[in-house]
């Protein structure tokens, strides 16, 4: 780590790794800090990535009524360029801390499963290419025995079909989560919850007409969904602490999804959680 002034500091750094199979090239990286005071910050950085197919995507199995996965031993190393940079500012006298970040990751050969529609089996496959690129914007707040922490994202995945089609390059997706807890010092309890809201998520995909066996894209969509848990802790004594609470309090299992080419069988219905439990732990 190098320390340029008094407010300036630069690390950067080199990775090196080893596989039997896989060619693989150093991967550098650097990161800056820049403090314009002690409670504001702007950070930004750059890393090189490399990731080797596993062995479950190389070469695993997995056949049942509902699933017809196979591996690929052909599949080829990704590698990537991942870019962020986000300034946060404290303050102080409110206990108040915000965060605005972004990024912007491209991945050569991202390995994703793959629908081979003529004898309903799925694989693995290499992507020529595949970007994300977004932000997001967190707080966390304290006022008395009240704890507030939250955040919005905003996220655009690479639409490959914008290459041979009139299709947009991104489509964005918002997603918002929030935790809130608070403290009752007099019996020693503490009630938590938690609550994530994920945004519709849309892509393009084919479709190929029957008359003319023309290709064209369509727009799929997964609806969507919130889920949240509710967690009370109360010390019992000096040894002793109960949790009690219940895990996704909407009961939410399955959504809408107009997204075809699943692993899965089954209809526009796409499985998100168990229902509705409690539970009761002690320590």
């Known amino acids: 780590e190098l320390t340029i002034g008094e407010k300036l500091k630069v690390r950067p750094g080199i990775r090196a790794s080893y596989n039997s199979v896989f060619s693989t090239l150093p991967m550098p990286s650097i990161n800056f800090k820049f403090s314009f005071s002690e409670s504001t910050h702007l950070r930004a950085g750059y890393g090189r990535g490399f990731r080797a197919p596993s062995v479950r995507e190389l070469y695993h199995e997995f056949i049942d009524t509902n699933h017809n996965i196979i591996g690929n031993p052909d599949l080829q190393p990704e590698r990537s360029h991942n870019f962020n940079a986000d300034l946060s500012h404290t303050f102080a006298k409110e206990k108040l801390r915000l965060n605005l970040s972004g990024f912007y990751n491209y991945i050569d050969k991202r390995i994703t499963l793959f629908f081979v529609e003529t004898n309903q089996t799925t694989t693995y496959t290499n992507l020529l290419q595949y970007k994300t ?120 299992t399955t959504i809408n999804s107009t997204s075809t080419g699943s692993a899965h069988g089954g209809g526009p219905q796409a499985p998100v959680a168990y229902g509705r439990s409690y539970f009761l732990q002690m320590n």
């Not at 025995?145 to 995945?157: E, H, K, M, S, V």
């Open 133 to 252: 690129t977004g932000g997001q914007l967190t707080a966390n707040y304290e006022y008395k025995n009240l704890q507030l922490a939250g955040g919005i994202n905003y996220t655009g995945r690479y639409q490959a079909l914008n290459e041979n089609f009139d299709v947009p390059q991104f489509l964005f997706s918002p997603e918002f989560n929030a935790n809130i807890s608070y403290a009752v010092p007099t019996v020693d309890m503490r009630l938590n919850l938690f609550y994530k809201y994920t945004g519709r998520l849309e892509r393009y995909a084919l479709q190929t007409d029957t008359n003319s066996g023309e290709q064209s894209p369509f727009l799929t969509e997964v609806e969507a969904f919130q889920l949240m848990d509710i967690t009370v802790n109360k010390k019992i004594g000096e040894t002793i602490s109960a949790a009690v609470g219940v895990r996704n309090a909407l009961d939410v």
